[in-house]
């Protein structure tokens, strides 16, 4: 079983930033890589940023020169710094992992664990 625990979500104005954090447990050693979600209400599941033990990124347009996610293995925690944010980035925010290599980064499907999600909300 494999435990991830979000936080750092919270209220911020337009411009503002926030730094969500997930802490992971569990069976680690099977991971690949960690990534980060987003849903609004009334909208399907986005894929954000993902990072892999490698150090690969992989970023969604809308967030590109915005948003940095970065992990720290020794913690097995993943990091998602998020800057000049946006109303249109308010949704609740989900970290998940993946567990190998042959399924894709950017779709919900490829991943095999989720963490209960942090609710992020820009006010304008």
């Known amino acids: 079983q494999v435990l991830l625990v979000e936080s750092g979500g919270g209220l911020v104005q337009a411009g503002g930033s926030l730094r969500l954090s997930c802490a992971a447990s569990?069976?680690?050693?099977?991971?690949?890589?960690l990534g980060w979600f987003r849903q609004a209400p009334g909208q399907e599941r986005e894929f954000v940023a993902a990072i892999s033990w490698s150090g690969g990124t992989y970023y969604t347009d809308s967030v590109k020169g915005r948003f940095t996610i970065s992990r720290d293995n020794a913690k097995i925690t993943v990091y998602l710094q998020m800057n000049s944010l946006k109303p249109e980035d308010t949704a609740v925010y989900h970290c998940?992992?993946?567990?190998?290599?042959?399924?894709?980064?950017?779709?919900?499907?490829?991943?095999?664990?989720w963490g209960q999600g942090t609710q992020v909300t820009v006010s304008s």
């Open positions: 569990g069976r680690t050693f099977s991971w690949y890589g």
């Open positions: 998940a992992a993946k567990g190998g290599d042959g399924s894709s980064w950017f779709g919900p499907s490829g991943y095999d664990y």
